[in-house]
């Protein structure tokens, strides 16, 4: 059974301070019903923080605002220089944190918070791990997946990464973010000519899964980037085979006119225009006339 909590107000370690009301003037416009621990807590915690106190105590104080308002940034922060003052045990710090992140894996102070800890530590012993868990509950938290990138990059933990996101991406080929995380790692072991038709190799094969699904298609996009789409054999010979195949995947569409429009062959280019302005990407159908007004006309 969790021990009771007292209040501030109560104890005589803390009698020597003391607290600061909040003050939202004579006559607040909509005055908030806080619970009596979160007033106490930060009125405890403005006192602790005018006298600049940086002790076990004012750990302690740090640690009930932040349990009752985890997104009280000048908690986090303040507690931060308390850590550095007291010497705190910042590995007992992370697991701390490890439970809140369970509880708010989307507050971006916890994450700042713990990319802290690990800078001070220098130990990134468990952050694949832990990421990983939380990406277990949400494949496509943006936090997540930019503590996941910093950590990489910091230590050098690419070696084991692209299994990872092939785990992921087998799991959901919608997966928008474990594709972007693919092309992290790709981009980081270095774009040669055979690594790129390798890629785009295996972006097609997952396209076949499911051809409406935009990830694999921009993947392939991004990894031509710098260079013309019509120059690799292996995307026009694909558009070419799966053209009859999808006749209205407008994923298809939008490749084949931008390959055309590289090639000058507009007259093919304004026909795949046409068929994602009438019909295919009706969504979309503003943009695809303006797309279509772009390609010049055969004279």
Not at 264 to 275: D, I, V
Request: charge should be negative; proline fraction near 4%.
């Amino acid at each position: 059974m969790e021990e009771k909590e007292v209040p501030f107000s109560q104890r005589q370690d803390f009698a020597d301070l003391t607290p600061v009301e909040q003050n939202d003037g004579p006559n607040p416009v909509c005055p908030i019903a806080y619970t009596p621990e979160f007033l106490d807590s930060m009125n405890y915690f403005r006192a602790i923080l005018g006298k600049d106190e940086r002790s076990e105590r004012a750990f302690e104080v740090c640690t009930r605002v932040i349990k009752y308002n985890s997104a009280c940034y000048t908690a986090w922060y303040f507690k931060r220089l308390v850590i550095e003052a007291i010497s705190y045990d910042m590995h007992k710090e992370m697991v701390d944190t490890y439970e809140m992140s369970k509880n708010h894996p989307k507050n971006y102070q916890i994450w700042y918070h713990r990319r802290w800890l690990v800078q001070q530590t220098q130990d990134a012993s468990n952050e694949l791990s832990f990421t990983a868990e939380i990406l277990s509950e949400d494949a496509k938290n943006y936090h997540a997946w930019s503590h996941r990138q910093w950590v990489i990059k910091t230590f050098n933990l690419f070696e084991n990464e692209l299994a990872y996101v092939e785990t992921l991406i087998t799991s959901d080929v919608r997966n928008n973010s474990a594709w972007n995380q693919r092309y992290f790692v790709v981009h980081h072991n270095g774009l040669t000519k055979d690594s790129i038709l390798n890629e785009i190799i295996y972006a097609q094969s997952k396209i076949c899964l499911s051809p409406n699904n935009e990830c694999p298609w921009n993947y392939m996009i991004g990894l031509c980037k710098g260079t013309k789409l019509s120059s690799w054999d292996q995307v026009v010979t694909f558009c070419t085979e799966k053209e009859g195949k999808w006749p209205f995947c407008a994923n298809l569409l939008s490749l084949i006119m931008d390959i055309e429009v590289e090639k000058e062959n507009y007259e093919k280019a304004s026909q795949a225009c046409t068929k994602l302005k009438d019909g295919v990407d009706d969504i979309h159908k503003k943009y695809w006339a303006y797309r279509l007004s772009l390609i010049p006309i055969k004279s």
